[in-house]
């Protein structure tokens, strides 16, 4: 019998073998329609009650266990609990009990439809999205209703859990030392559930559609590095992934035992290596993985779930634990990077025709001076108790780095009258991401202490096309020429003017990029927690002069496709076995 | 029977973001502690402010005058407490 297999994204890389249990199964399939006799209502009704009651006892206890650093997932949590203990939605739901001679299950999706027919009329997309707290309410009713308990704990063996999706709520209930994986039916590439499973370090995948197919207690391989789930293998794949995972454990703890030591090449050259993270929780990973700093933090995302703006103090208290956690390295704030995909619920989507062009970023941060004041402040004042840098997104031009610059002295001075402390020193860098910041970067240079090449936006905005678009996705060439003397224009530009240069972006965690990236003589390279420790690895195995030979040769070549073939072969060539375990932005040929 | 007493108030919204989930959870748990019947009514429309979806679905922008009215033996402390709510920006102001 071939098995069947269900294919999503990877989150979280690792493979894992192991029977399945599906978290709150009824929450996604067809609810049950029965029509009652009138004798039944009474009862019928008491257990509606009761399944509220039983769900609203949960969430105030998951509430309680919430760690103090989870915030937002804490009002998260209490604005569902504030849904259930809603009296119209409750009665209303007991109501069609009544009117309708109908079984609880069914009354109750007549009340969230209800719900849902007022919210659609909604024109506030953010609020009318807010339906899906009321869905994820009422599908842990009905679990308590069909009088589901979470008992994957008694389980004697580790299990793959699987779900529909992952609420913040169900990842603090998870019993950790009972899950070896996890997948979902629903969720993106930057899902908070992705995020969990890569700082937990277990394999997970993501959006796999029909994973409510799988039965409790099948047998599985979950891989977490093609995001492939097969169900009930052969003896031929089980033989395959067996060999595959231990062949992985022993190159993973190899990998993660020499992590500490520096980037250095056979023949001396040193490359500083960062960490970008997103959420203050990631700094452990960093630390963990042997990043000698973070590059990158995106300071947009610890409050993109929240409904409230956050304050001056609340952004001040988080980084400073940041900056003094991670000292003596250093940490750079890069400023809050928001409109395009990163929407705040408080703003709400823009009435824009093309975000990726719009009010964005530095844009948006210009004309909404009060917060961006406010995170330049809170970002000065952390700078007293670490090593802080801050950096700012997406500059097209001189004059707009110039009022920027105007802005940051401007609160500098403020600061200084009220008698608020920081250092001097603060480096100051942009981001370079729009090819006009490439073609300018020797009169920018002169004006920062730093610069970080952003290659995600670079190409994307240099190429004209959205990588998430699958119709012109292909067209995301990393080793595209235009890209590449892009990159090496603004190395040597800023070393010209005696700046320090970093990429961040995706390319630098590229087991393929990164010599080429080495070649150019960059100063530092910063990139996910994870992929750090394999990164490094491969630095130490090459040498500089092999990699300002392939530079060459790629420099030379006035197409993608041989680019592409040259860097592969080669890399292929020195690092058979590492490339087994590792994903690649460069097309196969 | 004693008449209900009727209080009623208009108040506009300063918080920056509008009647989102938070301040509408702020809302409905401070109207539940009444026992009077209070609604809130912006737009035309009128729902009760205990109920965190009904607030919701009035999706009131920053900057709305919303009419509060409450009917009950508590019917004042109850207009005075939320309107002293709405004052302080629904707790979102710093």
């Not at chain 1, 700078?383 to 500098?412: C, D, W």
């Amino acid at each position: 019998m071939a098995s069947k297999v269900f294919k999503g994204i990877p989150v979280s890389a690792g493979l894992a073998i192991g029977r399945t249990y599906f978290l709150n199964r009824e929450a996604g399939t067809s609810i049950v329609r029965i029509y009652i006799v009138p004798e039944h209502v009474t009862q019928e009704v008491s257990r509606l009650k009761q399944g509220f009651n039983t769900a609203l006892e949960e969430l105030e206890k998951i509430l309680k266990k919430v760690p103090v650093d989870l915030k937002e997932q804490a009002a998260i949590i209490d604005s569902h609990i504030m849904i259930l203990r809603d009296k119209k939605f409750q009665k209303s739901a007991c109501d069609y009990v009544k009117s309708r001679l109908i079984n609880a299950e069914w009354a109750l999706e007549h009340a969230v439809n209800d719900i849902e027919k007022a919210f659609s009329r909604i024109e506030d997309e953010y609020i009318r999205s807010r339906i899906q707290d009321v869905r994820l309410v009422a599908g842990r009713v009905r679990s308590k209703l069909y009088g589901q308990s979470k008992n994957y704990d008694s389980k004697p063996e580790r299990m793959i859990l699987l779900a529909h999706d992952l609420s913040p709520a169900d990842t603090i209930e998870l019993k950790l030392e009972k899950i070896m994986a996890f997948a979902t039916a629903t969720g993106g590439k930057t899902s908070h559930a992705g995020i969990i499973a890569r700082s937990l370090q277990i394999p997970a995948i993501v959006g796999a559609e029909g994973l409510e197919m799988i039965q409790d207690d099948d047998i599985v391989i979950l891989d977490g590095f093609s995001g492939r789930i097969i169900v009930e293998p052969d003896e031929k794949e089980l033989t395959h992934y067996t060999d595959l995972k231990q062949r992985f454990s022993d190159y993973y703890s190899q990998i993660k035992r020499n992590c500490y030591l520096p980037a250095e090449t056979i023949d001396g050259y040193q490359m500083q290596v960062l960490a970008n993270i997103e959420l203050f929780e990631e700094v452990t990973a960093v630390i963990d993985n042997g990043g000698e700093g973070i590059g990158l933090y995106r300071t947009e995302y610890s409050f993109l779930n929240r409904n409230s703006w956050p304050s001056e103090d609340d952004l001040y208290e988080e980084y400073r634990d940041m900056a003094s956690i991670i000292y003596p390295q250093k940490v750079v704030f890069r400023t809050f990077d928001l409109g395009a995909d990163k929407i705040s619920p408080h703003f709400g989507p823009l009435d824009e025709v093309n975000p990726a062009l719009g009010l964005r970023a530095i844009r948006f941060c210009q004309q909404n001076p009060g917060i961006f004041r406010a995170q330049i402040r809170a970002i000065l004042r952390a700078s007293t108790l670490g090593n802080v840098a801050i950096m700012f997104p997406m500059i097209s031009g001189l004059q707009e780095l110039r009022e920027v610059k105007e802005i940051y002295f401007n609160v500098r001075e403020e600061m200084s009258r009220e008698g608020l402390p920081f250092q001097e020193e603060v480096p100051f860098g942009i981001m370079i991401e729009l090819p006009s910041a490439v073609f300018i970067a020797d009169v920018l240079a002169r004006e920062v202490d730093f610069f970080s090449i952003g290659t995600n936006d670079l190409i994307q905005y240099s190429l004209g096309i959205d990588r998430t678009n699958r119709y012109v996705s292909y067209l995301y060439q990393p080793l595209h020429p235009a890209i590449l003397r892009s990159i090496k224009y603004v190395i040597d530009a800023g070393h010209e003017a005696g700046i320090e240069v970093n990429v961040c972006g995706e390319v630098a965690a590229d087991p393929y990029c990164i010599p080429i990236l080495m070649g150019m003589q960059l100063d530092s390279i910063s990139l996910n927690p994870q992929a750090i420790p394999g990164i490094k690895r491969i630095i130490r195995q090459t040498t500089m002069d092999e990699c300002k030979d392939l530079l060459k040769q790629v420099m030379h070549s006035s197409q993608v496709h041989q680019s592409n073939r040259l860097v592969r072969d080669k890399i292929f060539t020195r690092f058979p076995e590492e490339l087994m375990f590792y994903t690649s932005l460069i097309e196969e040929s | 029977m004693a008449e209900d007493i009727i209080c009623e108030t208009t108040i506009s919204l300063h918080n920056e973001f509008g009647l989102h989930a938070r301040p509408a959870g702020r809302i409905a748990k401070a109207a539940q502690q009444f026992e009077a019947n209070i609604m809130i009514a912006f737009n035309g429309r009128e729902v009760d402010a205990k109920s965190i979806l009904d607030i919701l679905s009035l999706a009131a922008p920053s900057g709305s005058a919303l009419r509060i009215q409450a009917r009950g033996d508590d019917a004042r402390y109850a207009v005075e407490h939320l309107e002293s709510i709405f004052r302080d920006n629904l707790g979102e102001d710093r």
